[in-house]
């Protein structure tokens, strides 16, 4: 009932910055959180950034003063400001999204992911 498009994910240098978008359509009016976990290579996947529908926010240590997500509720998106990008960031990042149903149900739906890479 939820889809999420992921888009902004590519190649750059250390230091440098990307933002990372996810739009979410179907049954947008029911979701709570969205956010991003990342799976680096060799590594488990691991939370990122998570952002509930009045706007408070949870950043992992490992990102914390350089990541900051952000989100539109009227327009059903999420975005992730990477900014001084270290090559310890590279991973595929996936968008998701939590929903409750009537009968009190948590859903979680996921984007397709989209590749961070940070070269030295």
């Known amino acids: 009932q939820v889809q999420l498009v992921e888009s902004g994910g590519g190649l750059v240098q250390a230091g440098g910055s990307l933002r990372l978008s996810c739009a979410a359509s179907?049954?947008?009016?029911?979701?709570?959180?969205m956010g991003w976990y990342r799976q680096a290579p060799g590594k488990e996947r691991e939370l990122v950034a998570r952002?509930?529908?009045?706007?408070?926010?949870d950043v992992a240590d490992s990102v914390q003063g350089r990541f900051t997500i952000s989100r539109d509720n009227a327009k059903n998106t999420v975005w992730l400001q990477m900014n001084s990008l270290k090559p310890e960031d590279t991973a595929v990042y996936y968008c998701?999204?939590?929903?409750?149903?009537?009968?009190?149900?948590?859903?979680?739906?996921w984007g397709q992911g989209t590749q961070v890479t940070v070269s030295s």
């Open positions: 998701y999204a939590t929903r409750t149903s009537y009968s009190n149900t948590v859903y979680k739906y």
């Open positions: 952002i509930n529908s009045g706007g408070s926010t």
């Open positions: 179907g049954s947008t009016g029911s979701i709570n959180a």
